[in-house]
């Protein structure tokens, strides 16, 4: 009642309260580099103009480790690593990342590429003086990775200025990317660390709550206007058995500092404040109370018989989010749950000691665990992490389970992973050397791992081309753009969302109606009440789900405020034939 109040009253005090009712969209839409932004409805993905989109890709990690780049970066050339990586199908990357790493960024003193994390040289144009009394000739070095190194040829850039090409080479094909706060430290074991803070930098500074916060807003602010890195995981893994307490996260109605729940909502809104286009990936915990009798609580000893504790894979329990969900005061627009889900080969849970088939996994283990989300549409999901060994057994048979109920749940995922140097799974590349040019890098691909994966990633339904997430720039060489689909192939053959649904997109970013009814925010082809009420909530902030703001902005503004919610009031009353900013 108190919502249609506010309502009402805001349609009867006109232009009056347009200044405070303005929402201005126009700086970042006007730049046809930053329109690549996503949102959450329901258990769904979108673009900007309501298109509908799945996010199939893979890990990269070795920015969290102590060499500060990517690894395999020291046998081969980015551009050769990337094409390859495009031309594949993967159209994102999640790159693990450490809080420390960032802090060495944010403080002014980032710290140098390590000449084991990459092999970077340049070809001085010219003879150049040595520094020694001699001459260093034109053509020594050779040229791989060029841009990571000065102009003399062979200095090691900063991590900083790295991972600003690292996204432009990831724009040049097509690929999007986002962070994974893998631990507090640089550390290449800093995944085994329970918690976002309590430890210290090489530095000796102390990781705390509020500084993970201040770095990932840091970061957030600096790349508000690049569309390629489009979110960020806030942690990777938080971990811990429920009688270490404190020293566990856990996830609650607490403000306690080790409740997930509690800081990965605060994180989540210190972002949007200054980036509210960004995805917030949000990993479960380790385990939850559950099983909890009347009197139990956190920290409390294990019991043999009845545990009050149901666990599950690090990263991967979000049984607490149904009693405790994620609700930023921005909304849950934003808001990617991202559970992490291994096989047998990694460790030999319960839930594998029999014959499992997907419903026995969903029965024991997937639905109560994470897989209740996308199911009911609550919010949409990635899995973060998933892959193995090939074994041609339990572990296989695992994969092909998940990949297959991914792709028919429409549950986006990044592959665990790319580089071949992951213990517990291998990778998808399989060898890698290059010489000491561009172009030079030989990239052998595991066939079979890729063939079992390679359904997942999203591709046209007959052509089998890849999509990517970029309205205008191809993934690959034989890939599409988001535009490229939408306008030439969703109505035909459509793509492996949803066992290939024909539907028909919108397509043009600079008229986000292109391909439907002008105004129409609900989506079904008409204009009716029901998108009043969406474009009134809109603007009291009540964020409706299954809305697209620039489709709300009827007379072309810029903006959508009381003016626009007068014509549609004036058009319902049919007093108007045409919204002023339809040009059709």
């Known amino acids: 009642m108190k919502l249609y109040k506010k309502i009402m009253g805001l349609m009867l005090a006109g232009a009056m309260t347009v200044s405070a009712l303005s929402v201005n969209m126009s700086a970042n839409a006007a730049d046809d580099s930053n329109d690549d932004w996503l949102h ?4 769904r993905l979108y673009d900007m103009n309501g298109n509908e989109v799945w996010l199939t890709g893979a890990n990269w990690f070795g920015l969290n480790c102590i060499e500060y780049s990517p690894h395999y970066l020291y046998a081969g050339d980015i551009d050769d690593m990337l094409q390859s990586v495009a031309d594949r199908g993967i159209n994102v990357i999640r790159f693990p990342i450490s809080t420390e790493l960032i802090l060495s960024w944010m403080n002014g003193t980032p710290y140098q590429i390590s000449a084991g994390g990459m092999q970077a040289v340049y070809n001085p144009p010219v003879d150049q003086d040595d520094g020694n009394g001699g001459v260093v000739k034109a053509g020594t070095y050779g040229n791989l990775n060029q841009e990571f190194v000065e102009a003399d040829g062979k200095t090691l850039i900063t991590s900083d200025r790295g991972f600003d090409i690292i996204l432009d080479k990831c724009k040049k094909y097509g690929i999007k990317a ?7 430290h640089a550390d290449n074991s800093g995944h085994n660390y329970n918690l976002w803070y309590g430890k210290a930098t090489a530095d000796g500074t102390m990781v705390t709550t509020d500084l993970w916060i201040e770095s990932l807003v840091w970061v957030a602010e600096k790349y508000k206007d690049n569309d390629t890195l489009i979110g960020y995981d806030l942690k990777n893994e938080p971990h811990g058995k429920g009688q270490e307490g404190a020293q566990a996260a856990k996830w609650d109605g607490s403000t306690d500092e080790n409740n997930w729940a509690y800081a990965a909502t605060k994180c989540a809104d210190a972002i949007l404040d200054v980036n509210p286009h960004a995805l917030i990936f949000i990993e479960g915990v380790e385990q939850s109370l559950s099983g909890a009798l009347p009197g139990d609580y956190w920290g409390m000893p294990d019991r043999r018989d009845n545990s009050p504790y149901i666990g599950a894979w690090w990263g991967g329990n979000f049984r607490g989010a149904r009693e405790y969900p994620i609700k930023p005061k921005h909304g ?5 749950y991202s559970p992490h889900d291994y096989g047998p080969s990694v460790y030999a849970q319960t839930w594998f000691d029999k014959d499992f088939t997907t419903q026995t996994l969903l029965d024991d283990y997937w639905y109560d665990t994470w897989a209740y989300i996308n199911a009911e549409d609550i919010a949409p999901e990635l899995i973060g992490e998933w892959g193995g060994h090939m074994d041609g057994a339990e572990n296989q048979k695992w994969m092909t389970l998940l990949r297959d109920y991914m792709i028919d749940n429409h549950i986006n995922h990044t592959f665990w992973c790319l580089n071949t140097n992951s213990g517990d799974t291998g990778g998808l590349w399989k060898n890698i050397s290059c010489g000491q040019y561009e172009g030079t890098t030989k990239l052998d691909w595991e066939e079979e791992k890729y063939a079992l ?7 046209t339904s007959e052509t089998g081309k890849y999509i990517g997430l970029d309205h205008k720039v191809p993934l690959g060489k034989n890939g599409l753009s988001l535009n490229e689909f939408y306008s030439s192939y969703s109505s035909t053959e459509g793509s492996n969302i949803d066992g290939g649904t024909k539907t028909s997109g919108k397509t043009d970013p600079t008229n986000p109606t292109e391909g439907g009814v002008f105004g129409d925010v609900s989506n079904d082809n008409k204009i009716t009440n029901v998108d009043v009420v969406k474009v ?3 603007i009291v902030n009540a964020k409706p789900e299954k809305f697209n703001a620039k489709d709300a902005d009827v007379n072309s503004d810029g903006k959508v405020n009381i003016f626009d ?4 009031k004036e058009y319902m009353n049919g007093n108007i034939a045409k919204f002023p900013g339809d040009k059709s």
């Open 565 to 568: 919610l007068t014509l549609y």
């Open 40 to 43: 959450a409805e329901g258990s």
């Open 453 to 459: 994966m390679e359904p997942s990633l999203w591709q």
């Open 536 to 538: 009134a909530k809109y």
């Open 332 to 336: 849950t627009s934003q808001i990617v």
């Open 178 to 184: 986002f962070i994974d706060i893998h631990s507090p």
